[in-house]
Nanobody, 122 residues
């Protein structure tokens, strides 16, 4: 069983920064999986944000490119998302997932973690 625990969210003003973390535990070889961040705004479907593949190569959605940076630490089974220049439209619950971009569903699976809330507001 895989357990995903996200943290690091909070309330921040537009233009601010946050760093999200995700720890993965259980019977799971972290280093063998592409890992992604996704988010869900209130009343909307899951939106893919970024993926980092097993080789450490990142890809980003157009809405966050140039502002967010994904990284991973295979020794610690950790995934990170550095978010800079935050905008109000970045508000939502952020999830990590052992998936590539094309595998991110529109509806949150029950086995995902609880996510971490990011609110960007004045």
């Amino acid at each position: 069983e895989v357990r995903l625990v996200e943290s690091g969210g909070g309330l921040v003003q537009p233009g601010g920064s946050l760093r999200l973390s995700c720890v993965v535990s259980g019977e799971f070889e972290f280093r063998r999986y592409d890992m992604s961040w996704a988010r869900q705004a209130l009343g909307k479907r899951i939106e893919w944000i970024s993926t980092i593949n097993t080789g450490g190569v990142p890809t980003y959605g157009d809405s966050v490119k140039g502002r967010f940076t994904i990284s991973r630490d295979n020794a610690k089974n950790m995934l990170y998302l550095q978010m800079n220049s935050l905008k109000t439209e970045d508000t939502g619950v952020y999830y990590c997932a052992p998936a590539s971009r094309g595998e991110i569903p529109g509806v949150k699976p029950t086995w995902w973690g609880q996510g971490t809330q990011v609110t960007v507001s004045e």
